[in-house]
């Protein structure tokens, strides 16, 4: 019998590896043998936000260099003289351009009060860093046994049985309100989806105009757009090995499952969102409870999906690239203050 451990505990995250052996029997004295082995892993996230110095923020003017967080014109953004410079102005506050500003990327008008505000461009500031792992959390396991049994003295008959199973958790940013489009492969004459902005209407709480405003946004209400990911493989095989006048044969035969269960959270539905501005459900920067949930491609139909029906929604053309197939079920809970 083997065993063997690794635990570490740095400042970065806990790791622990666990693996194992044990076999009994002699095919020579016993007829049979038999052995197992185990091997098990867990490994802890690295947030980013735990990073030392400047690797743990995107504010990098204590270190000589931009201030990289939302609101602020970022490196490499056209941080030139005689230029505006360009920023992100997607923050938890909610922002609109202020009617008859000169175009430009200054103008905007914050939507709800914030802790700090870019004396650039007036837009309140945001970290995205805490949002970020640099590496997911997972978790891993793995079993493989073979049993022989001597029937004849040149037949024998195994079986083996393996099973694994991984589990990956990921975290990321949380989703804006503007969508850049994508490729729809199904529809060659009108392949493009157009980019969607969502828009604050007249009369909404947080719209301060008399007009509509294209909304800036970035819904940490819903979380980040993280993911999980579980994969589980069984596997049977059983069998017979063999001689038959100097012939060396081995007769088998096996059962293989596969399970990969995907889900994502965080992720916004455009027309959901938009119907909620436009009845004013939805308030910026304000949580509440509620409790969510969908089934996506409900028929469980095969690709290509259509866009239009099964979650279309929802639909994300890279599953049909990537060959995904299969029902989706999301679930979620969020809380608001009215």
Not at 35 to 51: C, H, K, M, P, Y
Not at 266 to 290: C, D, H, T
Request: hydrophobic share 30%; glycine share 14%.
């Amino acid at each position: 019998m083997l065993f063997g451990a690794f635990r570490q505990i740095t400042e970065a995250a806990f790791q622990l590896r666990l693996n194992g052996s044990y076999g009994f029997g002699n095919l020579d004295e016993d007829k049979y043998n038999f052995f197992v082995t185990l091997e098990g892993s867990r490994v802890d996230a690295i947030a980013q936000s735990n990073r030392r110095s400047f690797l743990g923020t995107q504010d990098l003017r204590p270190y000589g260099f931009f201030d990289n967080r939302r609101g602020a014109p970022f490196a490499g953004g056209g941080n030139f003289p005689n230029s505006d410079g360009i920023y992100s102005g997607a923050t938890p506050y909610g922002n609109v351009r202020t009617p008859g500003t000169a175009a430009g990327n200054f103008g905007r008008t914050n939507l709800t009060p914030c802790p700090e505000i870019s004396p650039i461009t007036g837009v309140c500031l945001f970290d995205t860093t805490p949002y970020i792992d640099i590496q997911p959390e997972t978790s891993r396991f793995n079993l493989f046994s073979r049993g022989t049994l001597q029937l004849h003295e040149k037949v024998q008959a195994y079986t083996e049985i393996g099973y694994f199973y991984s589990d990956t958790k990921s975290r990321g940013t949380p989703s804006g309100v503007v969508g850049g489009g994508g490729y729809n492969p199904n529809d060659p004459f009108n392949p493009v989806f157009p980019t969607v902005q969502a828009t604050l209407p007249v009369g909404h709480p947080n719209n301060p105009f008399n007009t509509p405003r294209p909304l800036s946004y970035l819904a940490t209400d819903f979380g980040g757009r993280n993911g999980e990911t579980t994969n589980q493989v069984l596997r049977f095989i059983g069998g017979f090995t063999g001689e038959v006048n100097g012939f060396e044969y081995d007769l088998g035969g096996g059962y293989i499952r596969s399970d990969l269960d995907q889900s994502r959270t965080g992720f916004i539905l455009f027309p959901v969102l938009q119907a909620g501005l436009n009845s004013g459900v939805y308030r910026i920067n304000n949580k509440s409870w509620e409790l969510t949930g969908s089934i996506l491609n409900i028929t469980n139909e095969l690709l290509p999906f259509d866009p239009y029906t099964y979650g279309g929604q929802n639909y994300n053309p890279s599953f049909a690239q990537a060959g995904a197939v299969g029902r989706f079920y999301n679930v979620g809970i969020k809380y608001r203050f009215h």
